[in-house]
């Protein structure tokens, strides 16, 4: 069955230093996409990076990269010099193979906290 | 380029009243997906719609219906409210391409009393 699991409940990190965020996933479909959401206390989910299975390189945009271990099955996020304004509840998805030629589904882990520290 | 959309913002109701939630989807984008997400928790999945039809389903009870509109903007139904169906819900679109990347809007927050 698909799952993703985040071990981090909440981390913090100093203004300008680099943090992870752990995600690990499960999955039986050669198949899959791994996706990074950020959602600030407003609500909104934004979109931050993107993981194909079959890419050969590790995604990144901008500060955001994604440390992918295909066969560890983990997606990490990495961001760079970390700002005050990325506080907020990360969240690590995955979407299966298209069902049915519509864009499959979204399974998304239990979330991270980040807080930024001055 | 307009985002997603949602509408209400937020939604006060009493347990057994009927909501409707809508969502206008990203220009160019022909599938939306409706999300619910409680108090600490991640979206869960409920449906999604394409061609203005219901093509995935996650698990959860029929008094959670839907439609899509030949414009590609849907509504979300809840009938007979119950406590725990306070949450935000979330809509999301997309369109087929190579990542399938779902766009979410700001969320309508529901609170059942």
């Known amino acids: 069955a698909q799952k993703i699991t985040q071990t981090q409940p909440g981390m913090f990190v100093q203004e300008k230093e680099a943090v992870t965020l752990d995600c690990t996933y499960d999955?039986?479909?050669?198949?899959?996409?791994l996706f990074w959401y950020k959602q600030p206390s407003s609500g909104e989910m934004i979109f931050l990076i993107y993981?194909?299975?079959?890419?050969?390189q590790n995604a990144t945009e901008g500060r955001y990269s994604l440390n992918f271990q295909k066969a560890r099955k983990s997606a990490n996020l990495v961001i760079s010099a970390s700002q005050l304004g990325d506080s907020a509840m990360y969240f690590c998805a995955m979407r299966e193979a298209r069902s049915g030629g519509a864009t499959n589904k979204l399974i998304f882990g239990t979330g991270t906290l980040l807080a930024v520290q001055p | 380029d307009a985002g997603v959309t949602q509408s209400p913002t937020h939604l006060i109701k009493t347990r057994g009243q009927q909501v409707t939630l809508r969502c206008s989807p990203k220009s160019g984008h022909d599938t939306v997906s409706w999300y619910q997400q409680a108090l600490g928790q991640g979206p869960q999945f409920i449906f999604q719609?394409?061609?203005?039809?219901?093509?995935q389903r996650g698990n959860f009870p029929d008094r959670f219906s839907g439609h899509q509109f030949p414009n590609y903007s849907s509504e979300l139904n809840v009938n007979a409210l119950l406590l725990g169906d306070s949450a935000l819900y979330l809509c999301?679109?997309?369109?087929?391409?190579?990542?399938?990347?779902?766009?979410f809007g700001p969320g309508t927050r529901l609170t059942v009393l």
């Open positions: 993981q194909g299975s079959y890419d050969q």
């Open positions: 999955t039986s479909d050669p198949s899959y996409g």
């Open positions: 999301a679109s997309s369109v087929r391409g190579l990542t399938d990347t779902q766009y």
């Open positions: 719609y394409y061609e203005e039809e219901e093509r």
